[in-house]
């Protein structure tokens, strides 16, 4: 494999493109007109633009992409994540152009991109499920009886869903045909498939996911598990490998599920099994992503494996050089995703341009990122700006870097959504480790992150005035040297 195009853009191409140049492979960019003086253009060997600024005129449209990549002789495409990352038809438009897809089997992407049919294909396993019904159903009489026999909070998915989409939680009896409506339209209108079933809600669950890779050869492995309890409408904002509530005995019995989970379909690949665990660390399976996650640095960073080259390895036919055996956690590692949000009026996006950017640069600080200062944040795409990770020989000490990265990290224009990680990071909730996915709704509000602003404001300008006492005669700057993302801990 020569050439890779990456079929995405911001942050997540420029980590596939940095693994690829290490490797010796040139690499392709595509970009959108919005996108032409973005990072990744410039970083890549040879960049095509593929169309207009909405994402369906030109992120979305893998005629445009294969049609590209055959001009350029490409050898492989890597979908990143979103867009057509889980796309079954194009990864079989790719391998039917005779290009390789750097991903699993349109197969396996056909069956774990429908949560029914994953359900089936695991269901030999005997892995634990959320009690509930797991088929299609539209029939609100028939649903109501199905849920009265479950009990009731029951949770309505979409079938083909994700993000939070075509989801609702129906606390009584009363409320549960108007929901199921909401939820059925929901789906049709995001997904084009209004198919739900039914689960028994767990009331305060964690959110917490094993990542596996899996080669042409019959070998799959996990690599630990990352908790993504911390989130914001249903979807993640804050990961960490790994959990600090898993004992060694879950963590295997967890890791070997999801190497079923993985057999199952005949993965290939990098993928993550999903998995919901009650108060009493019972889990359940809850999907299987069949593509990289926005969170994967975590796992690279405690286990030193680089899951985009074992992506393009995998790719290229070759066995997986470790086995399970030879994979061990080494420390503890935190992600915070930086967006382009604004926390104080619930994290409605924050477009704009960057007027000042400054990365911090410390040691054990890794910064994946797709702006500099001087761009536009677009209001076409996700509103990510980066994923800021720290790593720690523990966890307290994982924390503590993450607070001075936060510190570091200077961000003018947009409002995002380091303040509400920094009022995290500091929370006993999340320090003590006992927290779960309603962290931000039992904690958050605008008003504790303006009291959170103004204690820190006050310490700031205590330590201010200490400093300056200290210090009349001597001007000192703070070590803020450090490594790039490349030259971080693997």
């Given at each position: ?202 009331a305060s669950p964690r959110h917490i996911e094993i990542q596996i890779l899996a080669d042409t050869h019959g070998n799959v492995v996990h690599l630990f598990e990352r908790e993504c309890s911390i989130q914001r409408r249903h979807q993640k904002v804050i990961e960490e490998a790994p959990s ?177 990680g920094n009022f995290v990071f500091n929370h006993k909730a999340f320090t003590s480790g006992n927290f779960d996915t309603h962290f931000v709704k039992k904690y958050f509000t605008p008003e504790a992150l303006e009291k959170d602003n103004h204690i820190g404001a006050e310490i700031a300008a ?29």
């Amino acid at each position: 494999m020569q050439k890779i195009l990456v079929a995405n853009r911001g942050e997540i191409a420029l980590r596939v493109m940095r693994t690829a140049r290490r490797m010796g492979i040139l690499t392709v960019a595509i970009y959108s007109e919005a996108d032409r003086l973005s990072p990744h253009v410039r970083y890549a060997d040879e960049a095509v633009c593929i169309g207009p600024p909405p994402s369906s005129q030109s992120y979305l449209r893998g005629d445009k992409i294969i049609e590209a990549a055959k001009g350029l002789g490409v050898d492989g495409i890597h979908p990143g994540y979103g867009f057509l990352s889980e796309n079954a038809s194009f990864a079989r438009a790719v391998e039917d152009a005779g290009i390789t897809f750097i991903g699993p089997s349109p197969f396996s992407i056909e069956i774990m991109g429908s949560k029914l049919a994953a359900k089936a294909a695991v269901r030999e396993y005997d892995i634990p499920m959320v009690p509930g019904l797991d088929e299609a159903i539209k029939d609100i009489d028939k649903a109501k009886a199905i849920a009265r026999e479950v009990g009731f909070p029951i949770l309505i998915k979409a079938s083909a869903g994700g993000g939070g989409k075509g989801m609702r939680i129906v606390e009584e009896e009363a409320n549960f045909e108007s929901q199921m409506k909401r939820a059925i339209s929901e789906a049709e209108s995001a997904f084009g498939d209004g198919s739900v079933f039914l689960e028994k809600y767990i009331a305060s669950p964690r959110h917490i996911e094993i990542q596996i890779l899996a080669d042409t050869h019959g070998n799959v492995v996990h690599l630990f598990e990352r908790e993504c309890s911390i989130q914001r409408r249903h979807q993640k904002v804050i990961e960490e490998a790994p959990s600090s509530i898993l004992t060694p005995e879950i963590r295997e019995r967890m890791g070997q599920d999801a190497i079923n989970v993985a057999r199952s379909c005949n993965y290939r690949g990098a993928g993550t099994v999903e998995f919901l665990m009650d108060e009493n660390l019972n889990y359940y399976f809850l999907e299987m992503n069949t593509r990289l996650q926005v969170e994967h640095p975590v796992t690279e960073l405690i286990t030193g494996v680089d899951l985009v080259e074992q992506q393009i390895r995998i790719a290229r036919g070759e066995p997986l050089s470790f086995s399970q055996d030879s994979l061990q956690i080494k420390g503890h590692a935190l992600e915070l995703r930086v967006y382009a949000e604004d926390p104080s009026d619930n994290f409605h996006p924050s477009v704009g341009k960057i007027s000042v950017y400054r990365r911090p640069r410390q040691k054990n600080i890794r910064l994946d990122d797709g702006y500099e200062e001087g761009l536009t944040i677009p209001i076409y795409y996700d509103p990510m700006i980066a994923k800021l990770i720290t790593y720690g020989e523990t966890r307290p000490a994982a924390i503590h870097t993450m607070l001075q990265a936060i510190e570091l990290y200077e961000i003018e224009g947009v409002e995002t959504t380091l303040p509400f990680g920094n009022f995290v990071f500091n929370h006993k909730a999340f320090t003590s480790g006992n927290f779960d996915t309603h962290f931000v709704k039992k904690y958050f509000t605008p008003e504790a992150l303006e009291k959170d602003n103004h204690i820190g404001a006050e310490i700031a300008a205590q330590l201010a005035v200490k400093l300056f006492e200290n210090h009349k005669k001597v001007l000192k700057t703070p070590d803020v040297s450090g490594s790039e993302w490349g030259n971080g801990r693997r």
